[in-house]
């Protein structure tokens, strides 16, 4: 099985191409197997780039842990200039289909080849009940925002959002590796996220900028979660604490998020970088 390595801002996803070859067997197996970083070929889980009757191509993406997952936003940039790139389809302006939703992705060229990719994530889901949480406001059809969650001995105000998957935004006073690598895990398997949910860490830098990390559901914390970042964009104008439009500094690099006034969509905008190509096993 011939294979792609590709991160976004350090999102790191094996990907296949199944334009070229057949969608592979067991795949949960498969993704565990090469998601591991000391005997596989490394990443936070396996995307396959499908072909689609309805878009340019379709993601279909697994976590590291074999779990699959319905939307990746960092790994959809990497699927665009994959297809672009490789020749799979050369417009400027990509549609591809993950999970439920259909997204629209404009790419920026460098030298003939894909370098940043702009993509419209959506409005975010607020509904408590389709995010899915059982927090929520005063009603059950309020946004949980803001609203108290307690983890055995502490309390975090958390905001919850999906973006077409589900996460958990806590603002902090200063990230650490306490709220990711302790209380992240908490969040992500708390009986209040029926499917689990991937737990963000925000430091507020600015109205403007942000300082985040995420604990993703699945695979653990990972350099960059570009659902998340989106997460945390409306979560910021939810709560007050940011601008409409921010800069969120990741571990793995920034990404640009804008919640846009007109169309209520998510706008993200950030790299897309391809590092090897080869054969698995």
């Not at 590709?6 to 070229?20: E, I, K, L, S, T």
């Amino acid at each position: 099985m011939q294979f792609t390595k590709m991160h976004g801002a350090g999102n790191d996803y094996v990907y296949v191409d199944c334009f070229a070859q057949p969608i592979p067997q067991n795949i949960p197996e498969l993704t565990r197997r090469i998601s591991d970083r000391h005997f596989g070929v490394g990443g936070d889980g396996l995307i396959l780039i499908c072909p689609s009757e309805h878009a340019d191509a379709e993601m279909r993406m697994f976590n590291a842990d074999g779990s699959a997952s319905e939307m990746c936003g960092n790994g959809i940039r990497c699927v665009a200039k994959y297809i672009y790139d490789h020749n799979i389809c050369n417009q400027e302006t990509l549609r591809i289909k993950s999970g439920q939703q259909l997204l629209t992705l404009d790419l920026y060229l460098s030298h003939g080849q894909v370098d940043r990719v702009r993509v419209d994530m959506g409005e975010p889901i607020l509904k408590p009940e389709d995010i899915p949480t059982t927090l929520h406001g005063r009603s059950a059809d309020d946004p949980a925002c803001n609203v108290p969650l307690v983890l055995g001995d502490r309390q975090v105000d958390v905001t919850c959002v999906s973006m077409g998957n589900p996460h958990c935004v806590t603002f902090v006073d200063e990230l650490s590796d306490d709220w990711v690598l302790r209380v992240g895990p908490q969040i992500e398997t708390d009986p209040h996220f029926p499917n689990r949910v991937n737990a963000e860490f925000v430091e507020i830098l600015s109205p403007s900028k942000v300082r985040q990390r995420t604990w993703e559901r699945g695979s653990g914390e990972t350099m960059a979660c570009g659902t998340g970042a989106s997460a945390v964009c409306v979560a910021g104008v939810l709560t007050g604490k940011t601008g409409r439009s921010i800069l969120v500094h990741l571990p793995g690099g920034d990404l640009e998020l804008e919640w846009s006034e007109v169309d209520n969509h998510v706008y993200m905008t950030g790299p897309a970088t391809e590092v090897f190509s080869g054969n698995w096993p």
